[in-house]
């Protein structure tokens, strides 16, 4: 399980991230230990109490998430890749503050008579694509999507593109879903055409409803527990 954004430092005063808070994926991380799993929980940093038999990996930046997901993942049934990574980080870090006189000067240095600094950016690794790339046999993996624009073809373009069994696709944006919110819409795409519309709800019962979906794609033994709890009064 990975939740939260990654940061992405310019010097010790200034990174580049997102709002998320990680709320969706500590919630999957602990309705998936409440059905018997062995939970690891790759984390960016957020203000959440990790749900307790959770193992915990606290991360900051997406090469820090790479790298600890590609550890995690030979060894796990399902991947639910619920973080919000950032898809770009600046090419250089400052060890101390960048001071605004500096940038003044490297404005002018730049030719920026609109007294602009140009920063430059290096693409992260994307790690649902790697994890996509080298999914085992019966590893069952599930990525999210977050989007403004055309909900479904934006999703089923990652589902393809990143080899997922799974989407969970949401609008950001929009009152009562994605970041920050305390509840949850999605789309939820499936790569054998399936589609499911989880409604407005709280991320607790969104987190039931994903892995109910999930479960039934897991090979017999790891999925049992999913199934099992699918079938129970409430989940
Ligand atoms: N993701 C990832 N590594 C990245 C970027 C995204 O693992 N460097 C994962 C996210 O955890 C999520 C899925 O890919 O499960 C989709 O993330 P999203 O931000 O919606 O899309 P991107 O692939 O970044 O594409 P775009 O920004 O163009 O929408």
């Known amino acids: ?26 919630a999957l991380a602990a309705e998936a ?47 639910l890749k619920a973080a919000a990574v950032a898809d770009y980080r600046p090419e250089d870090r400052a060890p101390g503050k960048i001071k605004k006189e500096v940038l003044r000067r490297r404005a002018q240095r730049q ?9 430059r950016l290096l693409p992260t690794p994307d790690i649902l694509e790697e994890l996509g790339r080298r999914k085992r046999p019966g590893q069952v993996l599930v990525g999210f999507a977050a989007e403004t624009g055309d909900l479904a ?15 969970v ?33 709280s991320k607790e019962s969104m987190a039931a409803a994903i892995l109910d979906l999930a479960g039934p794609l897991l090979s017999v033994g790891s999925g049992q527990a999913f199934r099992q709890a699918a079938g129970r009064p409430g989940a």
Request: net charge positive.
């Open 33 to 79: 230990v409440s059905r018997g799993a062995d939970v690891t929980l790759i984390s960016g940093p957020t203000y959440l109490v990790a749900p307790p038999g959770v193992r915990l990996v606290r991360v900051t930046t997406a090469d820090e998430m790479f790298r600890a997901a590609l550890n995690q993942a030979p060894g796990v049934d399902l991947v």
């Open 111 to 119: 030719g920026g008579a609109d007294r602009a600094v140009l920063l």
């Open 169 to 201: 696709a949401n609008r950001i944006g929009e009152e009562g879903e994605g970041f920050e919110a305390d509840t949850n819409r999605a789309l939820v795409l499936d790569r054998s055409g399936g589609r499911t519309e989880l409604p407005l709800m």
């Open 1 to 26: 399980m990975t939740a939260g954004p990654t940061r992405e430092a310019l010097d010790p005063a200034r990174f580049i991230s997102n709002p998320s808070t990680g709320k969706m994926g500590y």
């Open 153 to 167: 073809s934006n999703a089923l373009k990652k589902l393809k593109k990143k080899n997922l069994d799974l989407i």
